[in-house]
T-cell receptor, first 114, second 113 residues
């Protein structure tokens, strides 16, 4: 079974630029999550999708971050404009249904904002 | 609200045991445990559900005290491969009818020969 795919793996941008990350979850997984992990800390949930609908985006900084999951499969997370404090690893995870199921994480995208 | 993990770091010799604790000030629906090695994504270890049901990893065990909102992860006869940072994630209702997973800051475990 193929795992969660993410791209790019690394991205370096200057502040005020925009950036987009892509995630392809495990086939058949209805729930998709985006996390932000700052160095030395645990992952922080940004947004959760159930199929193509948003379940929870309470911790997503909506003035600069946006995410979509068209057709209930792939998802993109965008930051516009980026700030220095956005430097982090952005992790995508998926699970077959909800919180009682295992979350499988992708390899992450390491973002550096200069 | 972020759960509190203890200890922050621990060093073990191969074969020794360790306990990692996770506590929350809020009522919990479930507790998740993950291990993350340096530069890699977190890997699932175990889920503990309210009501006592336990799922998980064959070589590592855990408990969940719902009344105290605490969970403990038990690693016995540690192996070098156990090294990494262990995160607990607590799931509670977010107030909007959905559930929210919040991770602790992690416990760094180092197993030495």
């Amino acid at each position: 079974e193929a795992g969660v795919a993410q791209s790019p793996r690394y991205k370096i941008i200057e502040k005020r630029q925009s950036v987009a990350f892509w995630c392809n979850p495990i086939s058949g997984h209805a729930t998709l999550y985006w996390y932000q992990q700052i160095l030395g800390q645990g992952p922080k949930l940004l947004i959760q999708f159930q199929n193509n609908g948003v379940v929870d985006d309470s911790q997503l900084p909506k003035d600069r971050f946006s995410a979509e999951r068209l057709k209930g499969v792939d998802s993109t997370l965008k930051i516009q404009p980026a700030k220095l404090e956005d430097s982090a690893v952005y992790l995508c995870a998926s699970s077959s249904s909800g919180w009682t199921d295992t979350q499988y994480f992708g390899p992450g995208t390491r973002l550096t904002v200069l | 609200q972020q759960p509190v993990q203890s200890p922050q770091a621990v060093i073990l010799r191969e074969g020794e045991d360790a306990v990692i604790n996770c506590s929350s000030s809020k009522a919990l629906y479930s507790v998740h445990w993950y291990r993350q090695k340096h530069g890699e994504a977190p890997v699932f270890l175990m889920i503990l559900l309210k009501g006592g049901e336990q799922k998980g990893h064959e070589k590592i065990s855990a408990s969940f005290n719902e009344k105290k909102q605490q969970s403990s992860l038990y690693l016995t006869a540690s192996q070098l491969s156990y090294s990494g940072t262990y995160f607990c994630g607590t799931v509670r209702t977010s107030g909007a009818g959905s559930y929210q997973l919040t991770f602790g800051k992690g416990t760094k475990l180092s197993v030495i020969p």
